[in-house]
């Protein structure tokens, strides 16, 4: 719960979004004396593991890797369950983290906020909630999370339904049984891949709605062995610092070996290897899977002969084969028992790959011109990712300019953490950062320490206004599409390219030369004097106050 105390109308910051992004921010701002608030719309701590509560939900990175690193008790008195955790524990590790340093006098609950303005001559940004309070700050903070603004496609007849409706972004906090109901999921992305052999084992049948078929790796959880969870606490700091200057900001095997310089049976048997070890080693199995499209092919094989031989029926089983992108091109899925769960008899695969589906009806859906009813329709379909939550903001900055104007032929920004116009507004993992494409939290603990450090030495040189300028920022949005382009993941109608929102810019939103590599690019920024930024010191008619 949030402290009842009333709370200062004037701060220094204010921070939208209280998960990984939020608290650590709070809890640097505590350190170094600047005074924060932060909103919230939930009614609790955890951004995207607050609101991603559907069954199966759980993190492709593992645990011991997927925390906070920048407190050696933290990280040595956490205990993490599971290999690869599941939703429960990691809103367990957050609200924990909140507590231990005593985070939630800061933060107001269940509270939105609306719009966020620049005023120029005073420099500061005015922001209002949808609870109609109104705070005055020197920096804005977006920290709402890259894919938090859930999107249900507007199929026709949307409303006509009147049967159970779930998004898995925004799921229930209350038990949701399935248990002897019709059920449709439609999405079969890395959200309905988790959900539907869950989902499948509860409901009396399951329909499965997919557009584009998906490749998917087991995840082959297991629980957490003492020797395990020792062998990375002996030495966790070390290892933290690797992992930093890691391609994806994890420790994990690549083999750096081109697939296409082995034999054809080198190559299966180190694909059947890393298929047994499962998910993360797996994208790692060669150094070209995803610049080089014939290495690509032959790791995308044999996945496909994996389904093949998985899923039991052959028809079903050349559905679920991903033919329309190479594989990794989209985020790859981690599953425990998905192409399984095609092999029971409550289970049925609708391919709406030629058609999309035609209309909601009052008792379910109609697609490929048949008539399903149903008593609960799972949504999986996914975020208006990357752009969406900044876009729900009226944010406003020199001149009145709105974001959603800057950006309307897609997001720009210098380092995907501040954009030009907006002073002194910063956002953490904003498009044009690696965000999604690492290892989160190692990229949030980055993003925050280089706009407390920056605001830090702001302070202490009387600089009261940072911008970036126009011409690093458009180098920026053009190294960032530059790198995406000399790989295979432009070629996949995907989240990252903006495709998966009808209307919405084509342009490669996240940064993919590595975690490491602009965490280095970052450093080398600040120690030639923050390039590319441009300060104001404080104004002779404010330096009294
Ligand atoms: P997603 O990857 O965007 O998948 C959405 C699914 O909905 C796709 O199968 C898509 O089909 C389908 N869809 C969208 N609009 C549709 C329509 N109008 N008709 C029919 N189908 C439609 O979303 P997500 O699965 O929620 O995953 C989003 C991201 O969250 C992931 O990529 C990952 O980064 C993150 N995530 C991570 C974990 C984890 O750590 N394990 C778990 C879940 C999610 P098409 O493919 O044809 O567009």
Redesign the pocket.
């Known amino acids: 719960m949030s402290s009842s105390a009333i709370q200062p109308s004037t701060v220094d910051v204010v921070i939208v979004g209280a998960g990984f992004s939020g608290l650590y921010l709070l809890h640097r701002f505590e350190k170094e004396g600047f005074s924060a608030r932060c909103f919230e719309r939930g009614d609790g701590v955890g951004g995207t593991w607050y609101w ?1 509560r559907y069954p199966g ?5 593992e645990s011991m890797q997927y925390s906070y690193g920048f407190n050696e008790d933290l990280q040595q008195e956490w205990h993490w369950p599971e290999k690869f955790s599941a939703q429960a524990d990691i809103l367990a590790y957050a609200n924990h983290v909140a507590d231990r340093f005593d985070l939630r006098k800061y933060i107001t609950l269940e509270t939105e906020v609306r719009a966020s303005h620049y005023d120029e001559a005073a420099r500061v940004w005015h922001v209002e909630t949808d609870k109609g309070e109104k705070v005055t700050c020197k920096y804005f903070i977006m920290a709402g999370g890259c ?1 938090s603004t859930a999107q249900v ?1 507007k ?1 026709e007849g949307l409303a006509d339904y009147k049967g159970e409706k779930y998004h ?2 925004n799921w229930p906090h209350e038990p949701v049984s399935f248990k002897g109901k019709r059920v449709a999921v ?9 959900a539907i052999p869950v989902i499948a084992e509860e409901a009396a049948h399951l329909a499965v ?4 078929a ?1 490749y998917s790796i087991p995840a082959r959880n297991m629980p957490m062995t003492e020797d395990y969870a020792t062998s990375w606490k002996d030495g966790y700091a070390e290892k933290r610092a690797e992992m930093r200057y890691q391609p994806n900001g994890m420790l994990r095997e690549v083999n750096d070996v081109s697939a296409l310089d082995v034999s054809e049976e080198k190559r299966q048997r180190i694909y059947e290897q890393r298929w047994k070890e499962g998910t993360g080693a797996f994208l790692g199995a060669f150094n070209d899977i995803l610049t080089n499209k014939a290495a690509n092919d032959t790791m995308a094989e044999f996945v496909r002969n994996k389904i093949r031989s998985i899923v039991k029926d052959p028809v079903t089983a050349e559905i679920l084969c991903p033919k329309t992108h190479p594989i990794g091109t ?2 790859i899925c ?1 599953d425990s028992g998905y192409y399984q769960t095609f092999n029971r008899e409550n289970v049925e695969l609708v391919d ?1 790959s030629q058609k ?2 035609e209309r909601l009806t009052e008792k379910g859906l109609v697609a490929n011109g048949r008539e399903f009813e149903f008593d609960a329709i799972v949504f ?4 208006d ?1 990357m752009t969406g939550t900044l876009f729900n903001v009226d944010i406003r900055g020199r001149d009145g300019l709105a974001l959603k104007k800057k950006w309307e032929a897609g997001p720009r920004t210098y380092l995907g953490l501040m954009t030009e116009s907006f002073p002194n507004m910063f956002i953490i993992t904003g498009p044009g950062s690696p965000s ?1 494409k690492g290892n989160m939290i190692n990229t949030i603990e980055q993003h925050v320490d280089m706009v407390t450090d920056t605001m830090i030495h702001m302070r202490k040189q009387g600089l009261d206004l940072i911008e970036p300028a126009l011409k690093a920022e458009d180098e920026w949005v053009d190294h960032v599409q530059e790198v995406a382009y000399k790989t295979l993941f432009p070629q996949a ?1 995907s ?1 990252y390219m903006g495709a ?1 929102i009808p209307g919405k810019p084509r342009l490669f939103m996240p940064y993919i030369a590595g975690v490491g590599s602009y965490r280095r690019t970052c450093e080398d920024v600040v120690a030639e004097n923050y390039r590319g930024f441009r300060f104001e010191a404080k104004r002779q008619d404010m330096a009294a106050e």
């Open positions: 991603n939900a759980r993190c492709d990175v894919i496609p199929f898995t972004g439609i999405g079969t992305g890395s959200t309905g891949i988790q709605f997919q557009r584009q998906n989209k985020r981690i709406i999309p589906i999986a379909t996914g975020f990712a999604v109608n989240w998966n």
